[in-house]
């Protein structure tokens, strides 16, 4: 029998394992409200994925102490409701299920706040299935997906040859090169072909199926 390529699975959340449009836009809005500002939700779509902050600033021209309270807005509106308007993708638990049946380790690595992306995971019924997850802390302000993937690695003593990291945008491709590890980048969340395929992932991918079978044949 040969030995798969891969032992350790990384997923990024928004985009990916989940669909989290809907309570991003709406805690979006609501902060822009809050400085006289009126959006349309489908412009507000490259929000999910990036830094939080850098969209604020990068997007609205935000100064830091407006970037700040604009993060401070968005969370009040998504503790309260936003993260749990959200959906898991279609096939996402079957997926999840079989790798661990397969014997995988199976993470989570998000920018997402760490006690946010908890909470999602507990919210639908699949936080079984992963072993770490690994989320942005909320006093840091800096941190960068490779950032986040390392410390996945860390926590879970895993060699990069073994790992994968599944995402649908750029920074999640960028962040696993940055550790060593090859990429399955999706093509069904809120990265487009363009822009995914300029980062040279390992492996594309267009749906949930997609994934299981590169593993399974990796």
């Known amino acids: 029998m040969t030995e798969r390529k891969y032992k350790h699975v990384l997923f990024d959340l928004d985009g990916t394992v989940t669909d989290p449009a809907e309570g991003i836009t709406n805690s979006i809005m609501y902060a822009l409200e809050k400085f006289g500002i009126q959006a349309k939700r489908e412009n507000l779509l490259k929000f999910i994925g990036p830094p939080l902050r850098d969209s604020f600033r990068d997007h609205f021209c935000f100064s830091p102490d407006d970037v700040e309270k604009a993060v401070k807005l968005y969370r009040e509106y998504f503790v309260e409701k936003g993260m749990f308007e959200n959906e898991v993708y279609g096939g996402i638990p079957e997926l999840l299920g079989g790798l661990k049946n397969q014997g995988f380790t199976v993470s989570l690595a998000t920018l997402k ?106």
């Open 113 to 218: 706040p760490e006690p946010f992306a908890v909470k999602i995971l507990e919210h639908f019924g699949i936080i079984q299935y992963f072993d770490h997850i690994s989320g942005n802390i909320l006093e840091v302000a800096n941190l960068e997906k490779r950032d986040i993937i390392a410390r996945v690695m860390e926590d879970s003593g895993a060699s990069p040859v073994q790992a994968v990291m599944i995402g649908d945008r750029k920074y999640d491709i960028i962040g696993a090169r940055e550790n060593s590890m090859d990429s399955i980048a999706v093509t069904y969340g809120y990265g487009d072909s363009y822009e995914l395929s300029g980062e040279n992932p390992t492996y594309m991918a267009n749906s949930v199926d997609e994934i299981g079978h590169i593993l399974s044949h990796a």
